[in-house]
């Protein structure tokens, strides 16, 4: 059996509400990206992230297969938000060419997080592997309080 959780029967759900998650659907326009029942916007909705919680960081990691990571932006914005952003871009065509399948989805993605305020926003690191971006956000360590023995006197 796995040991990530199942939500809403026998799969992972995405649309589960998590409040530190923000997809901004609501502003596709406020941030430049056209609003219509293009590729561009299911390239955006189709973009995966996994965040992961584990003692010593925050780790977040994205499927971007065919991307480069100068193709990729990821940022730190006021209050606490990572965003992972980029463009798939359409492959160029020839007029010679015959289309038989266009699958792959293009355009721009966007992924925002509000991050926890143990997060070290100013240690994030980024590394890009086969695809797979991860974005590793350090957490601030807990401090154990001192703890001094008495004598019992007896």
Known sequence: MSLIPR???????????DPFSMDMFDSFKELGFPVSNSGEISAFANTR?????????????A????????????????????????????????????????????????RRFRLPENAK????????????????VPKEQVKKPDVKSIEISG
Not at 7 to 17: E, H, N, P, T, Y
Not at 53 to 60: K, W, Y
Not at 83 to 99: P, T
């Open 49 to 61: 992230v996994d965040w992961k919680e584990t003692p010593e960081a925050h780790v977040f990691k």
């Open 63 to 110: 499927d971007l297969p065919g991307l480069k990571k100068e193709e990729v932006k990821v940022e730190i914005e006021e209050d606490r938000v990572l965003q992972i952003s980029g463009e798939r871009n359409v492959e160029k065509e020839d007029k010679n060419d015959k289309w038989h399948r266009v699958e792959r989805s293009s355009g721009k993605f966007m």
């Open 7 to 17: 939500i809403f029967g026998d799969q992972r759900s995405s649309s589960k509400f």
């Open 121 to 136: 926003m100013d240690q994030v690191k980024a590394s890009m592997e086969n695809g797979v971006l991860t974005v590793t």
